[in-house]
């Protein structure tokens, strides 16, 4: 089933979704984690009209879930949901930056939570630059902690996670070069 995104819901100035992703369609190619070219810090898009289909139609889940107040927003959270997961009954948790966001209550209240409803959790984080971005599953990670609502332990395994993706993975370059066809 199409998800629609809530009405009033802005981006609000971020532009993460113009850097992070890989995208190969036929206007317009870049790696991960690079800025599009067509992208101006702060202005948003500056061939918006004639911006290519895959940016037309991606919203973070942001905009999917009412549940999730204004401190999930990404220029507020650091964190970008990827909406994609959804399909799969699973959130990814794009984790931008560590903003004091991921050391709240509500932070670890709603994870918990959707570790309780047995949705899939992960963490996600970026390489260095034009390199694709790596996950991890934290759900057997943190299912104890969230049975006891024990909060600081929550805190320390989210902790733990983030540092163990940023320090063990190989990041595996991203090769693809940056190439736009696209006029204003
Ligand atoms: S990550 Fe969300 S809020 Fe940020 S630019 Fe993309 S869709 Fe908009
Ligand atoms: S074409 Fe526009 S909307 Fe698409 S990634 Fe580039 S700046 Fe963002």
Redesign the pocket.
């Known amino acids: 089933m199409a998800l629609s995104p809530i009405s009033g819901r802005d981006?609000d100035g971020?532009?993460?979704?113009c850097a992070f992703p890989p995208i190969h369609s036929e206007e317009l190619r870049k790696p991960a984690n690079t800025l599009c070219v067509h992208c101006v810090e702060g202005g948003g898009c500056s061939v918006y009209s004639a911006r290519p289909t895959v940016c037309r139609g991606?919203?973070?889940g942001?905009?999917f879930l009412p549940e999730l107040g204004p401190e999930w927003?990404?220029n507020n959270s650091g964190i970008?949901l990827r909406s994609e997961s959804f399909e799969d009954n699973a959130v990814t948790l794009l984790i931008l930056r560590l903003s004091p966001f991921l050391v709240s209550e509500e932070f670890a209240a709603t994870v918990g939570g959707w570790i309780e409803a047995d949705i899939g959790v992960e963490f996600e984080r970026l390489g260095p630059p034009a390199h694709l971005p790596a996950k991890m599953r934290i759900n057997e990670l943190l299912v104890d902690a969230v049975a006891a609502r024990d909060l600081r332990e929550m805190q320390k395994l989210f902790a733990w996670s983030l540092a163990h993706i940023d320090n063990t993975h190989e990041w595996e370059a991203d090769s693809t070069p940056m190439l736009s066809h696209l006029r204003a």
Do not use: D, E, K, S
């Open positions: 981006c971020c532009t993460a979704c991606f919203y973070c942001w905009f927003h990404p970008v």
